[in-house]
């Protein structure tokens, strides 16, 4: 089983969609082992986004990702990395598969419903850069 992390980013929070995307993932078999809403700073957002923090289009990052609270999970499955960016489709909304969430709900490249990781080992950092072990639960 691999963990991975999901941030629903402010259009699922301003959209009121969360729990539709929570729902697929749940019926895909997934298992939460965290959740939790909290409001992302520069600082969190600078070390997560740290592999684009020096482009000229960071700061619409930092603002849109800051603009409300986002829906931080871990959730668990086999191939969970793998089988949760199937799910949501390729990054620009616009050219996701039909049946995607991101197709679904998504609207452009940085609109597009959550973030997700991209690797087993990116998967690990980002559930420690947001999660305190005891957040996490086993059931």
Known sequence: MD??????????????????????????????RGCK??????????????????????????????????????????NAVDKVRDMLGVTDSKKAAAGTLRAMFGTDVMVNVAHASDSKETAAKEVVRFFKKEELFEY
Do not use: N, Q, W
């Open 3 to 32: 963990r991975t992390l999901i941030l629903l980013k402010p259009d699922s929070i301003k959209g009121k969609f969360c729990g539709k995307v929570i729902s697929r993932f749940e019926e895909a078999g997934f298992l939460i």
């Open 37 to 78: 809403m909290m409001k992302l700073d520069a600082k969190i957002l600078r070390e997560h986004y740290a592999h684009v923090a020096d482009k000229p289009f960071y700061p619409e990052i930092e603002k849109f990702m800051s603009s409300t609270p986002v829906l931080a999970m871990v959730i668990e499955a086999e």
